[in-house]
């Protein structure tokens, strides 16, 4: 069956840096686009950025020119570096992907920026 399992989460100071990383089971990984969401406390989950089986990248406007997806297909796992972090942008961040009407998601990774 498919799984997704994120790690890299974790505290961390305003301005600091950390790399999430999404590794996938029981799919051909290089034929699935990839996406990254996260959701903070009282708030809905949004998508944060995605990137495609050719590796094109989109982001949300707030996380634009500060976060970087990437993928590695020979290990199954999508990155989603994060430079510049700021207290906002803490919440459970969750990888997931999609097949026709099928939704696969981890069981996402807490980020907390806090000084």
């Known amino acids: 069956q498919v799984r997704l399992v994120e790690s890299g989460g974790g505290l961390v100071q305003p301005g600091e840096s950390l790399r999430l990383s999404c590794a996938a089971s029981?799919?051909?990984?290089?034929?699935?686009?990839m996406y990254w969401y996260r959701q903070a406390p009282g708030k809905q989950r949004e998508l944060v950025a995605s990137?495609?089986?050719?590796?094109?990248?989109t982001y949300a406007g707030s996380v634009k020119g500060r976060f970087t997806i990437s993928r590695d297909n020979a290990k199954n796992t999508v990155y989603l570096q994060m430079d510049s972090l700021k207290p906002e942008d803490t919440a459970a961040y969750y990888c997931?992907?999609?097949?026709?009407?099928?939704?696969?998601w981890g069981q996402g990774t807490q980020v907390t920026v806090s000084s």
């Open positions: 990137i495609t089986t050719a590796g094109s990248p």
């Open positions: 997931k992907t999609t097949r026709w009407t099928s939704e696969y």
């Open positions: 029981g799919i051909i990984f290089s034929t699935y686009t």
